[in-house]
């Protein structure tokens, strides 16, 4: 059974940093793509980032505009674990942070399965 | 970057009912068009995949078609589980956005 799970989420001051990590269970979590998608409170989903399997092109990651040069996506496969480090976090970061998995070594597709989420409050 | 918007954004049906929900692309996307249902305080569920492929143990009442630009998801006969958020998400290139989502609720 695939089963991913996310920690790390909590309370943090405006211009603070957390790091988010989401653990793979039941897939040979090094063969695909990873993504970090949010929802905040009330509102849609939002593709956060993304980082490519590993094998022949090595890693690839790509970021949504809004959080591009504050976000960094990452990936240990020898711990079957994907992490989002977040810095210079704003209000409008808070959001719960899904973990999804993408069918495919490249980083294109659809999420065929996703964490429970953790959720992430930016304020004062 | 690849806008998507989706139609209805909230829709009243009844159990038994067939649901037709759109979703278009601001450019072309060819066939990487996905579905997913969210319940509240749940995680989206992957639906429908590649416009039109169903996703295993998702059930038959399901269905998606189209290409291109215009994409529709059609549940054939609503079941009370149904009632949830629906939406739809390229997955072309990034970033990969999703349409605002549509809520389905029991009329």
Known sequence: ?124 | DIQMTQSPSSLSASVGDRVTITCRASQSIGRHLNWYQQKPGKAPKLLIYGAGSLQSGVPSRFSGSGSGTDFTLIISFLQAEDFATYYCQQGSSAPYTFGQGTKLEIK
């Not at chain 1, 090094?30 to 490519?52: D, T």
């Not at chain 1, 960094?72 to 808070?94: H, K």
Request: charged content about 20%.
């Open chain 1, 1 to 124: 059974e695939v089963q991913l799970l996310e920690s790390g989420g909590g309370l943090v001051r405006p211009g603070g940093s957390r790091r988010l990590s989401c653990v793979a269970s039941g897939i040979t979590f090094s063969s695909y793509a990873m993504s970090w998608v949010r929802q905040a409170p009330g509102k849609g989903l939002e593709w956060v980032s993304g980082i490519s399997g590993s094998g022949g092109t090595g890693d690839n990651t790509d970021y949504a505009d809004s959080v591009r040069g504050r976000f960094t996506i990452s990936r240990d496969n020898s711990r079957n674990t994907l992490f989002l480090q977040m810095n210079s976090l704003r209000a409008e970061d808070t959001a719960v942070y899904y973990c999804a998995r993408i069918p495919s070594v490249y980083l294109v597709g659809e999420f065929d399965y996703w964490g429970q989420g953790t959720l992430v409050i930016v304020s004062s």
